[in-house]
């Protein structure tokens, strides 16, 4: 049988503390090896690594767009959001429901 040819098995997705990234930032801004390489000997995408330089490089102010502290909040806010949303619709709901009862 022709089982998955030339398919790779899509990685599960990975989290990481902030120190390790830190660290493999630092492992490519010395460059003795490259972001590939970097990447490879930790097991880890070139592409998340690239990223986590960049996002370093707005954190620091060498590059503009949003520091993680800023996204962080973001995120956090969108998530109020979403719940005081729901709220405001089990709110209309409940309102609809006993404005009918009471009639």
């Known amino acids: 049988m022709m089982e998955h040819m030339g398919k790779k098995k899509p990685r599960p997705r990975r989290s990481f503390t902030r120190e390790f990234k830190a660290e493999i930032v630092e492992l490519c801004q010395r460059g003795d090896r490259s972001i590939d390489q970097v990447a490879k000997d930790f097991d880890l995408t070139g592409t998340a690594v ?3 330089i960049r996002q ?48």
Request: proline share 0%; net charge positive; charged share 50%.
């Open 50 to 52: 690239r990223d986590w």
């Open 56 to 103: 370093a490089e707005i954190d620091t102010g060498r590059r503009d767009g949003l520091a993680s502290s800023e996204r962080e909040e973001l995120a956090a806010l969108r998530r109020e959001n979403r719940r005081l949303r729901e709220d405001v619709d089990i709110l209309k709901r409940a309102t609809a429901f006993f404005a009918k009862e009471t009639r």
